[in-house]
């Protein structure tokens, strides 16, 4: 397994390119499943979970042709073609699942233009249990019979799905997907009440109603689907990454730096750029992106919770706890989205940061500087919280277990040891 090795202390200056959402990307390749004719998906970013992906809905009989690619210095993108001419195979097996729980956004989908889907249930989580019950309950409102049989979701519908009103008891963001999905192909009209207002939600409606799709209210919790007899193919760019935005925004700040970022959208991160600015850092956007800079002293602690959006994303949780602890005064950051997302916790804490969790709240006292440390990388965002304190800190830190880093963050060392990082990957 591969080993990132950082060398700390050194303040970041530079430009980096932001790639097109990884959590976009998933729901939006799933989509292709709706429709016989082509889907062309431009600004992919080049990550094992897409690749995932494409591999599963390879196994679903989905042709996919590439090209564009995200090797040497600007980041092109990637441009997928995919056709699901006919679905013979509908099922998603454990071995895919099991790898990436977004497996699950081809449930919908199949669902709804096939008339039945088998896909293996996933898993927990290093982050919590991640149900899928809200997923289900749903897509039985629309007609759909499920059964869970050796650890696989067997749905049918033979007749198709019918419209119908739907209240989540909870915003679930892939519960939300695996929905609107479903509602497009479905008789009638369907209503989605306290739906998830993430804009990768928004992203995928608005590739779904260039597809054919008849969608109210996107962007709002309500979303009103006006099913129709079939979707076509559709040419559509996935949105900025979001997450990437907001970590390379604070491996500006934590370094004392100043990074340009490219393609970046500010509206997409209020609520995290008013927790940063409230902490002292200069954000200003740029005709294609932000500028993102410390200038003005140290850093300042701020109080957060993480919700469902336009609050704080959980995804950015880790990474403003990295930056809390080396801010002056304490800050509280509460969690209530996951059950276990304090893992970086620990590890932080080896590397020096002062971090007292109580329940789903964590209380944490900056301190002067961190230092380097060897430390494990639990999953995906908690890895890149390590790269930053690793970033911030004095000496050299090696961060483990740099896999779920794969997942979600395209050339992550290039992008950074272009901007000044001293920063490496052993392989085992
Ligand atoms: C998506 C994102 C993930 C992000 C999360 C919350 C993708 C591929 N992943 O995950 O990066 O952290 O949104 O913004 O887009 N829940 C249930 N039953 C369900 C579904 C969800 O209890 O059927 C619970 C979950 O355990 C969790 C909460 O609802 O506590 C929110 O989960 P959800 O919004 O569904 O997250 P994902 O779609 O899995």
New binding site residues.
């Given amino acids: 397994m591969d080993r990132i090795h950082i060398q700390g202390g050194t303040p970041l200056k530079g430009t980096i390119t932001i790639g097109g959402a990884k959590?976009a990307a998933?729901p939006l390749m799933a989509a292709s499943l709706l429709t016989e004719g082509t889907l062309s998906l431009s600004n992919l970013p080049h990550l094992v979970d897409i690749s995932t992906m494409a591999k599963l809905l390879g196994e679903l009989g989905v042709d996919i042709s590439m090209d564009g690619d995200a090797t040497g210095g600007g980041h092109v993108g990637r441009v997928f073609r995919l056709t699901a001419g006919d679905l013979s195979e509908t099922t998603a097996p454990y071995d895919l699942v099991r790898k990436m729980?977004?497996s699950v956004l081809v449930l919908g989908p199949l669902l709804a233009r096939a008339g039945r889907a088998r896909v293996s249930l996933p898993g927990g989580c290093a982050i919590?249990?991640?149900?899928?019950?809200?997923?289900l309950k749903a897509l039985e409102q629309l007609g759909a019979e499920i059964e869970l049989t050796e650890g696989y979701i067997e749905a049918r519908a033979e007749k198709g799905l019918t419209g119908a009103r739907v209240v989540f008891p909870?915003?679930?963001?892939?519960?939300t997907e695996n929905l609107l999905m479903a509602a497009c192909l479905a008789k009638g009209e369907t209503v989605l009440s306290n739906a998830?207002r993430?804009p990768?939600v928004a992203d995928l409606a608005h590739c779904l109603v260039a597809m054919g799709a008849k969608i109210d209210g996107i962007g709002t919790d309500t979303l009103t689907i006006q099913g129709v007899d079939a979707l076509s193919g559709a040419d559509y760019s996935v949105v900025p990454d979001r997450i990437e935005t907001g970590t390379y925004a604070i491996a500006a700040a934590i370094t004392g730096g100043a990074l340009t970022i490219k393609g970046a959208r500010a509206d997409l991160l209020e609520s995290v750029f008013k927790v940063l600015v409230s902490a002292g850092v200069d954000i200003t956007e740029t005709q294609d992106g932000l500028h993102i800079a410390r200038t003005n002293g140290p850093l300042k602690g701020a109080d957060m919770m993480t919700e469902p959006y336009p609050g704080f994303?959980?995804?950015m949780q880790a990474q403003v706890m990295t930056l809390m602890a080396v801010a002056q005064g304490a800050s509280m950051i509460t969690e209530t989205?996951?059950e276990n997302r304090f893992m970086h916790v620990p590890e932080l804490c080896r590397m020096g940061a002062d971090i007292n969790v109580h329940g789903s709240s964590a209380i944490v006292r900056g301190v002067e500087s961190l230092s380097g440390a060897q430390v494990m990388a639990t999953d995906l965002r908690a890895s890149v919280s390590l790269i930053l304190a690793g970033l911030a800190a004095e000496g050299e830190t090696v961060i483990n277990r740099v896999y779920h880093l794969d997942r979600g963050y395209e050339r992550l060392e290039e992008k950074l040891s272009a901007c000044g990082a001293n920063i490496r990957r052993m392989a085992e």
Avoid: K, Q, Y
């Fill in positions: 959590n998933l729980r977004a919590g249990t991640r149900p899928v019950d809200l997923h909870m915003v679930t963001v892939g519960g998830a993430e990768e994303p959980t995804d989205i996951f």
